[in-house]
């Protein structure tokens, strides 16, 4: 498939140091690919691939969170997920809030809102086909077809996990809130939401949801 086999390194890489953010000459982020990128799962062709039908049925049929608290992050131009700057920060907020364990999120989901795979857990993030793909947003926002359809299949998705997962704490930028709403719009039902701003340069909105959401777990 054109997949160059690279070593994995889940959990690595968690300073918070300086980083750059790459574009292209169209302002759009150059996307960087750890451990290679299969040309089946690249533009809208992407949503025939076998791995990705397989991908969806998954999360419909056979999936089940383990904790009633879900933490949304966006999907990356950097892949895996786990490697991009968002993440690296993430990871540690969720090590200072005692939320970590065995290279792993502990008492929280953690899921990315993937353009093509729509849900993403954490723990899946570095496995074949979403350490693999390339569907820039622009893509599905821009195509009447593929938003009808990753919304479609997000609001089934959500609808199914609100039989574990009471509360959603939602931290995306705002071409991801626009199908993240549509679908919501279309689920019969939905966790209890809670939204931050979304930006790379503080967390603070952040640590204090995942707290107070964490404390009323507790009452």
């Given at each position: 498939?054109?997949?160059?086999?690279?070593?994995?390194?889940?959990?690595?890489?968690?300073?918070?140091?300086?980083?750059?953010?790459?574009?292209?000459?169209?302002?759009?982020?150059?996307?960087?690919?750890?451990?290679?990128?299969?040309?089946?799962?690249?533009?809208?062709?992407?949503?025939?691939?076998?791995?990705?039908?397989?991908?969806?049925?998954?999360?419909?049929?056979?999936?089940?969170?383990?904790?009633?608290?879900?933490?949304?992050?966006?999907?990356?131009?950097?892949?895996?997920?786990?490697?991009?700057?968002?993440?690296?920060?993430?990871?540690?907020?969720?090590?200072?809030?005692?939320?970590?364990?065995?290279?792993?999120?502990?008492?929280?989901?953690?899921?990315?809102?993937?353009?093509?795979?729509?849900?993403?857990?954490?723990?899946?993030?570095?496995?074949?086909?979403?350490?693999?793909?390339?569907?820039?947003?622009?893509?599905?926002?821009?195509?009447?077809?593929?938003?009808?359809?990753?919304?479609?299949?997000?609001?089934?998705?959500?609808?199914?996990?609100?039989?574990?997962?009471?509360?959603?704490?939602?931290?995306?930028?705002?071409?991801?809130?626009?199908?993240?709403?549509?679908?919501?719009?279309?689920?019969?039902?939905?966790?209890?939401?809670?939204?931050?701003?979304?930006?790379?340069?503080?967390?603070s909105g952040l640590e204090a949801a995942i707290k107070?959401?964490?404390?009323?777990?507790?009452?």
């Open positions: 498939m054109g997949i160059e086999a690279i070593p994995r390194s889940i959990g690595g890489g968690l300073k918070t140091s300086r980083f750059s953010i790459r574009k292209n000459g169209d302002g759009s982020l150059v996307p960087r690919h750890h451990e290679g990128l299969d040309p089946g799962l690249v533009g809208p062709k992407a949503f025939e691939h076998p791995a990705v039908k397989e991908w969806w049925s998954w999360l419909l049929e056979e999936y089940e969170p383990r904790h009633s608290i879900a933490l949304i992050t966006p999907c990356s131009n950097v892949k895996p997920y786990t490697r991009s700057p968002t993440s690296r920060k993430v990871r540690g907020l969720l090590r200072r809030l005692g939320l970590w364990a065995d290279a792993a999120p502990s008492g929280i989901e953690w899921y990315y809102f993937s353009d093509l795979l729509v849900l993403v857990p954490y723990e899946e993030a570095e496995e074949y086909p979403a350490c693999c793909y390339e569907v820039p947003p622009s893509i599905v926002l821009s195509n009447t077809e593929l938003k009808e359809k990753v919304t479609s299949l997000l609001a089934a998705t959500m609808t199914r996990l609100s039989k574990w997962v009471r509360d959603a704490i939602v931290f995306l930028p705002r071409r991801h809130l626009a199908l993240w709403n549509e679908a919501r719009a279309k689920a019969g039902k939905w966790p209890r939401e809670l939204r931050v701003k979304y930006t790379l340069f503080s967390f107070t959401v964490l404390e009323e777990l507790t009452k």
